[in-house]
């Protein structure tokens, strides 16, 4: 049948804005429908980790990154008196770093606006608002919408439309709920003269009242007070009692004009079903996660990254569509470790006894003041444990950092320079290391064979030089001569030399059409 487009996503988020760009810088017809007739105009999200600023890149708009937001530098937790419990530097390019900042405070309206900018330069990508999707059935081999009393039929669709999803509602999947849920004051503001907050974004663990108080970037600032017990909704939501609890900060109608206040219940949960045949979820629609971590947004934006490039393979008939099952492993996974994370935080922030604070605070300040206390867990660049994975060497389900790199065309960021897309990165000559049916194969899937040579070395075509010493080091920690890299930056395996690219090749084919390999590497079959 011929459908109406390819891809219809619902929803035009930042999930939903990425997903169809991805999908339509590959040449897919989408459609976009939209409820709303004007953008929000107000912020959601106010912070993004380095890998979601790659993902952002990848869309085409990794230049204008620096008008939505600013890089992050501090996150504290304080005692009710001021005492730090725990600090978490932002600042600054980690190592398995994506290659862009660690943490950007960003306004999600100019994000949303320079992704819509990005969008309106793709003649393929059609964007149709103030349409409410009232149904959505799937037939032996397209998929019909309807929204607005129109109807419109569909390859694919990507229920991108948020916590209230309709497209949920039509597979009928399920939630899986941790029970952790509390009700927050959210006051959005500018201030009418620049001040300097440190910490530029704080929790307040005071069993008083729990506070927030972060950078909403480009000069938004944002306050959160949480519910307490015999506070009904209406009367925290009232702008009296907002501006009562700002006062103690410093923050009144003569210097600060509020843009918007209103509670919001944040909870921790994600679908049972991430995909019924040819619908599939994202976003919102797919999970929700406490604020503390920051990733909320995130964790969405991965979804867009991971999905992608999979739907495009099966659009091409070069993976089957089995191969989207492996998208709700590897997704819910990492959303495990993210949630687990966001709701130990928000456990410490959001205790109302003050018995219990008083515990905790002893015990988060020795450990504040041991060298030998454990690291906070990685939030950023959490490697894959399970899914579309090669069983041929060690290394799969690591993050591929970014690093700059010299090539033919000049320096930049490798994603930049060599290309996006699988890559094949070697130390060695491709030729050596591949057959040519494995060579066309790569090729098919969309490779890009990389050479590695030492930072200032001469470089010629297919080749870069390392000149932030970072992935030659990678390799050899991986006790590799090459690595298949995902397009979503992940590796997919490892070689250590001719007869186990071979199989690491092989594994790839294999997993597109059939997904086997896809394993656990914890131990143990998916």
């Known amino acids: 049948m011929t459908t109406d487009c390819d891809v219809l996503v619902v929803?035009?988020?930042?999930?939903?804005?990425?997903?169809?760009?991805?999908?339509?810088?590959?040449?897919?017809?989408?459609?976009?429908?939209?409820?709303?007739?004007r953008p929000y105009p107000f912020p959601r999200a106010v912070h993004f980790d380095g890998e979601t600023a790659r993902y952002l890149a990848a869309a085409g708009i990794g230049d204008r990154l620096h008008e939505v937001g600013d890089p992050a530098v501090d996150y504290e937790f304080h005692t009710a008196d001021g005492q730090?419990?725990?600090?978490?530097?932002?600042?600054?390019?980690?190592?398995?770093?994506?290659?862009?900042?660690?943490?950007?405070?960003?306004?999600?309206?100019?994000?949303?606006?320079?992704?819509?900018?990005?969008?309106?330069?793709?003649?393929n990508l059609r964007l149709l608002r103030g349409l409410e999707v009232t149904d959505c059935v799937e037939r032996d081999d397209h998929v019909e919408v309807t929204a607005g009393g129109r109807r419109i039929t569909a390859s694919w669709v990507v229920g991108c439309d948020g916590a209230n999803s309709a497209v949920r509602r039509a597979i009928g999947s399920t939630v899986t709920g941790l029970g952790f849920f509390y009700d927050w004051l959210l006051c959005d503001l500018v201030l009418k003269e620049p001040r300097e907050f440190r910490p530029n974004n704080l929790q307040i663990c005071d069993p008083a009242r729990p506070t927030t108080v972060v950078s909403g970037g480009l000069e938004h600032r944002r306050w959160e007070f949480m519910r307490l017990p015999g506070e009904?909704?209406?009367?925290?939501?009232?702008?009296?009692?907002?501006?009562?609890?700002?006062?103690?900060?410093?923050?009144?109608?003569?210097?600060?004009?509020?843009?918007?206040?209103?509670?919001y219940t944040f909870s921790a949960q994600w679908v049972d079903q991430w995909?019924?045949?040819?619908?599939?979820?994202?976003?919102?629609?797919?999970?929700?996660?406490?604020?503390?971590?920051?990733?909320?947004?995130?964790?969405?934006?991965?979804?867009?990254?991971n999905l992608t490039w999979k739907l495009?393979?099966?659009?091409?008939?070069?993976?089957?569509?089995?191969?989207?099952?492996?998208?709700?492993?590897?997704?819910?996974?990492?959303?495990?470790?993210?949630?687990?994370?966001?709701?130990?935080?928000?456990k410490m922030v959001c205790e109302l006894d003050p018995a219990a604070a008083a515990a905790r605070d002893t015990m988060l300040l020795a450990r504040a003041a041991d060298p030998e206390a454990e690291e906070p867990p990685q939030l950023s660049g959490v490697?894959?444990?399970?899914?579309?994975?090669?069983?041929?060497?060690?290394?799969?389900?690591?993050?591929?950092?970014?690093?700059?790199?010299?090539?033919?065309?000049?320096?930049?960021?490798?994603?930049?320079?060599?290309?996006?897309?699988?890559v094949f990165l070697t130390d060695q000559d491709p030729a050596a290391l591949l057959d040519d049916a494995d060579r066309e194969f790569l090729a098919d899937?969309?490779?890009?064979?990389?050479?590695?040579?030492?930072?200032?070395?001469?470089?010629?075509?297919?080749?870069?030089?390392?000149?932030?010493?970072?992935?030659?080091?990678?390799?050899?920690?991986?006790?590799?001569?090459?690595?298949?890299?995902?397009?979503?930056?992940?590796?997919?395996?490892?070689?250590?030399?001719?007869?186990?690219?071979a199989e690491l090749v092989g594994d790839l084919r294999r997993g597109l059409l059939s997904v086997t390999p896809q394993r656990s590497l914890s131990g143990g079959p998916v």
């Open 11 to 37: 929803g035009w988020g930042p999930v939903g804005q990425l997903t169809a760009t991805l999908l339509a810088q590959q040449g897919w017809r989408v459609t976009v429908l939209e409820r709303y007739e």
């Open 445 to 501: 899937v969309g490779t890009r064979l990389v050479r590695v040579v030492p930072a200032g070395a001469p470089v010629g075509e297919g080749e870069v030089a390392d000149d932030d010493g970072v992935y030659l080091p990678f390799l050899a920690e991986s006790s590799a001569v090459a690595l298949l890299v995902r397009p979503d930056f992940y590796v997919f395996g490892s070689a250590a030399d001719r007869v186990s690219a």
């Open 84 to 123: 730090v419990l725990m600090r978490l530097e932002l600042a600054g390019d980690p190592p398995g770093s994506a290659g862009w900042p660690r943490s950007v405070v960003f306004h999600q309206p100019a994000l949303e606006r320079v992704l819509q900018e990005r969008a309106e330069r793709l003649p």
């Open 383 to 422: 490697p894959l444990t399970e899914g579309l994975l090669s069983g041929a060497g060690p290394g799969a389900g690591a993050y591929m950092p970014q690093g700059r790199v010299t090539g033919t065309a000049g320096t930049g960021r490798f994603d930049d320079v060599a290309g996006r897309g699988f």
């Open 232 to 263: 009904s909704i209406e009367e925290l939501n009232r702008p009296e009692t907002a501006w009562r609890l700002l006062e103690p900060h410093g923050i009144t109608p003569d210097n600060a004009t509020m843009h918007r206040h209103s509670v």
């Open 275 to 305: 995909r019924r045949g040819r619908i599939l979820l994202a976003g919102d629609a797919a999970h929700l996660m406490p604020p503390f971590a920051g990733q909320g947004m995130c964790a969405g934006i991965r979804d867009a990254a």
């Open 312 to 346: 495009d393979l099966v659009l091409r008939g070069r993976g089957a569509p089995a191969l989207l099952d492996s998208y709700a492993v590897e997704r819910t996974g990492h959303l495990r470790h993210f949630i687990g994370y966001a709701i130990e935080l928000g």
